[in-house]
Nanobody
Framework: QVQLVESGGGLVQTGGSLRLSCAAS????????MGWFRQAPGKEREFVAH????????YYADSVKGRFTISRDNAANTVYLQIDSLKPEDTAVYYC???????????????WGRGTQVTVSS
C-alpha cells in the first residue's frame, strides 16, 4: 500500500478553479492506478476520475467531464485534479485513492487519503 495526502482544497466562487494534489509515499507509486472520489454531506462517495499507471489513459464521471482533468507525475509521486468551472454541486470532500485495477468502484481502491474539502459558493 501507499500513503496518500491530499491538499489544495478551499472555498471558491461558482465558476472558479482549484488544483488538488495528492502526494504518495513509497517507491511503488507508478505501479498503481490512481483515482479521485468525492463525498458530499449526506451522500455516498462517488467516482470522479481515474488515471492509468503511465498517465496516458484517463476516465471521468459524466458529471465532471470537460471540467476536471486528472494527471500524474510519477517522478514526484503525485497525482493532480484540476477542477475548473466549479459549481455549487461540486462541494464535497475530495479523496485520492490507489488501486491495482482499472475501476470506478471505490471498493477496488485499497489506499486512501484523508481528503481535502472543496466548497463552492453560489
Amino acid at each position: 500500500q501507499v500513503q496518500l495526502v491530499e491538499s489544495g482544497g478551499g472555498l471558491v466562487q461558482t465558476g472558479g478553479s482549484l488544483r488538488l494534489s495528492c502526494a504518495a509515499s513509497g517507491r511503488t507509486f507508478s505501479s498503481y492506478r490512481m483515482g479521485w472520489f468525492r463525498q458530499a454531506p449526506g451522500k455516498e462517495r462517488e467516482f470522479v476520475a481515474h488515471i492509468s499507471r503511465s498517465g496516458s489513459t484517463t476516465y471521468y464521471a459524466d458529471s465532471v467531464k470537460g471540467r476536471f482533468t486528472i494527471s500524474r507525475d510519477n517522478a514526484a509521486n503525485t497525482v493532480y485534479l484540476q477542477i475548473d468551472s466549479l459549481k455549487p454541486e461540486d462541494t464535497a470532500v475530495y479523496y485520492c485513492a490507489a488501486s491495482r485495477f482499472v475501476s470506478t468502484a471505490f471498493t477496488a481502491y485499497d489506499s486512501w487519503g484523508r481528503g481535502t474539502q472543496v466548497t463552492v459558493s453560489s
